[in-house]
């Protein structure tokens, strides 16, 4: 079994940075990818950015790319999303997931989840 707890979302204005965490337990974290994805009301949730176990490779939205910025750090079983330049559009409750393969960019792909945080950017 694997446990996600999310952490860092809150109110910025647009252009401004946070950084959110996720940190795992379970002994699936290490040999898994790790992923963020948002949900705005309404909407489906979407793919942000996914990592694979060493922290070597990461996948970005075309949305997000050369703003957002993934990473891990396995010694703490976290893993991390730098948001910079935010637009109101990337107001979402944001959710990490664990899957098998850092590739995968599909929800029904990933197989736990965190309960979310949420951003919200006011323009």
């Known amino acids: 079994q694997v446990q996600l707890v999310e952490s860092g979302g809150g109110l910025v204005q647009a252009g401004g940075s946070l950084r959110l965490s996720c940190a795992a337990s379970?002994?699936?974290?290490?040999?898994?990818?790790m992923a963020w994805f948002r949900q705005a009301p309404g909407k489906e949730r979407e793919f942000v950015a996914s990592?694979?176990?060493?922290?070597?490779?990461?996948y970005y939205a075309g949305s997000v790319q050369g703003r957002f910025t993934i990473s891990k750090d396995n010694a703490k079983n976290t893993v991390f999303l730098q948001m910079n330049s935010l637009k109101p559009e990337d107001t979402a409750a944001y959710f990490c997931?664990?899957?098998?393969?850092?590739?995968?960019?599909?929800?029904?792909?990933?197989?736990?989840w965190g309960q979310g945080t949420q951003v919200t950017v006011s323009s």
């Open positions: 990592i694979n176990w060493s922290g070597a490779i990461a």
């Open positions: 379970g002994r699936t974290f290490v040999s898994g990818a």
């Open positions: 997931a664990v899957g098998r393969a850092a590739a995968m960019t599909r929800a029904k792909d990933y197989d736990y």
